[in-house]
């Protein structure tokens, strides 16, 4: 008994500093002791995707800046005007604007006395979208929060003096499902610290130790962001940026350490290689299934990220193009994410609004062929019979409708938004055909696209 009671009390010794060890994880974190990652990229990319990204697949990013107020040819106005001299800008400048003008006299007529967070939100929600970015700094350096390392060049101190982070985030948490990221650009074209740097081949880090990396860590302390939408490397490695150690702070230590979500545009090299969900590049849209998360980040306006006042229709994409671009992309496993650039006093112009409560019809109907879907040959599941959704952009005139994929269906066959089943025909190898109903334009249940269940489909 002596000996029983020596070995249980041994035992029970042994064990002490573990549940010492789980209560402490449970004190300091409601997940308890969660994986550790290293400021390797190694390790870092062994980090799984947060799931309610995949499940989302439809954004909105917003490009809002200085870059505004000119809001001529692209949100590179500044880069185009001073270092490239395009002939277009330099003489749209010396026609409107009085000798010695420079860009950072554009910053108090940034104004955004129009701009209402609530608005944006309730115009955003009606989108049909489940996430969005705002850019809290372009790479002209001015920040839309009242950031301390941007001293007199942020939307508090100049211009709308308004914390435009602050009001944006607080309206989408209050007022939509929304998750709300924040788009950063590392580098900035002029600012000295960084020229100096980069004169230096970035042996020396001046710029992120004093800029950059403490404006990263002041917006995902201040603001939570779920999405941490990185850009600009300015040629310079992910190094100089120290990404993996500010990655590997956010992913152990961060307030939204387990919900956050990156992308890859992290340094030189790291793009479609290294971080979170890849993007590869501007309107990435591979066409075909990636084994990787991957999302298109694309502009209603074909030709620039931010507003621009000399545009003609033919310049934004319609509808059509619109949700034929959200279709093709989620079909590839990907997200899209669909840019507006609002104007200089804080407006969503009429043909943005337009065009975001358009796509918001087109999911109130067709939603449930796009949120939380997977890519049909992803699954390879030969064994259980499943639900498959086939959209189509363009109504058969034949009033039937050929898919070459499914090759046999246990179940039903239905118009989503239309009620009754639909009959079809296997084709064996060739896979099968679809009766579509006759409908008069006012009976089909949305516009520009529509979707097919096959329950049970093998």
Same mark, same amino acid.
């Given at each position: ?9 041994? +035992? ?5 500093? +573990?549940?010492? &060890? ?88 940034? #104004? ?16 049909? +979208?489940?996430?969005?970015? &705002? ?31 602050? %009001? ?24 000295? &610290? ?9 042996? #020396? ?20 962001? %779920? ?43 790291? =793009? ?105 040959? #992803? ?10 959704? +086939? =959209? ?6 034949? %009033?039937?409708?050929?898919?070459g994929d499914p090759k046999t269906i246990i179940g039903e066959t239905q118009l989503i938004g239309h009620k009754g089943q639909l009959k079809w025909v296997s084709l064996g190898e060739k896979g099968m055909t679809v009766a579509v109903p006759q409908l008069t334009p006012n009976q089909l249940p949305c516009q520009w696209g529509w979707t097919l269940q096959l329950t049970n489909v093998n």
């Amino acid at each position: 008994r002596n000996y029983s009671r020596k070995v249980l009390s041994q +035992a029970a010794s042994s064990l002490l500093p +573990a549940m010492l &060890l789980l209560l402490l994880c449970l004190l300091l974190s409601p997940q308890g002791c969660s994986t550790r990652y290293d400021p390797t990229w190694e390790s870092l990319d062994s980090r799984p995707l947060p799931t309610w990204f995949d499940e989302v697949k439809f954004g909105i990013f917003i490009h809002w800046g200085v870059f505004s107020v000119p809001s001529f040819g692209s949100e590179w106005f500044w880069w185009y005007w001073q270092k490239e001299k395009r002939p277009s800008y330099v003489e749209f400048m010396e026609t409107n604007y009085p000798p010695g003008f420079s860009y950072e006299d554009f910053g108090p007529l940034f #104004t955004a006395e129009f701009f209402d967070a609530n608005q944006w939100a309730a115009i955003l929600k009606a989108s049909g +979208a489940k996430y969005v970015v &705002l850019t809290s700094k372009h790479h002209e350096g001015f920040t839309l929060w009242g950031s301390k390392y941007s001293w007199n060049w942020n939307a508090v101190n100049v211009g709308p003096k308004r914390d435009i982070v602050a %009001e944006l985030a607080t309206s989408i948490r209050n007022r939509t499902d929304l998750h709300f990221g924040l788009y950063h650009s590392l580098f900035e074209w002029f600012n000295p &610290l960084f020229l100096y740097d980069a004169s230096n081949v970035f042996k #020396t880090r001046q710029f992120p130790t004093a800029k950059s990396l403490p404006e990263l860590y002041e917006i995902v302390t201040k603001y939570q962001p %779920e999405i941490l939408w990185s850009d600009g490397n300015g040629n310079a490695p992910d190094t100089y940026w120290n990404s993996t150690g500010f990655l590997a702070w956010l992913y152990n230590d961060s307030p939204v350490r387990d919900t956050v979500v990156t992308n890859d545009r992290w340094g030189v090299g790291s =793009i479609c290689k290294h971080g979170g969900y890849y993007t590869c590049s501007d309107r990435y849209n591979p066409g075909h299934l990636l084994p990787h998360k991957w999302e298109n980040c694309m502009t209603i306006d074909k030709r620039s990220w931010g507003y621009r006042r000399n545009t003609q229709l033919s310049d934004y994409l319609t509808i059509e193009e619109l949700v034929k671009q959200l279709v093709e992309t989620v079909s590839c496993g990907g997200n899209l994410l669909m840019n507006i650039g609002p104007t200089h006093d804080g407006r969503i112009d009429v043909i943005f609004q337009e065009r975001l409560r358009q796509m918001g019809v087109w999911l109130s109907v067709n939603g449930e062929a796009i949120y939380g879907t997977k890519p049909w040959r #992803t699954q390879n599941d030969s064994v259980t019979p499943g639900t498959v959704y +086939a =959209i189509f952009l363009n109504w058969p005139v034949s %009033e039937t409708l050929v898919l070459g994929d499914p090759k046999t269906i246990i179940g039903e066959t239905q118009l989503i938004g239309h009620k009754g089943q639909l009959k079809w025909v296997s084709l064996g190898e060739k896979g099968m055909t679809v009766a579509v109903p006759q409908l008069t334009p006012n009976q089909l249940p949305c516009q520009w696209g529509w979707t097919l269940q096959l329950t049970n489909v093998n």
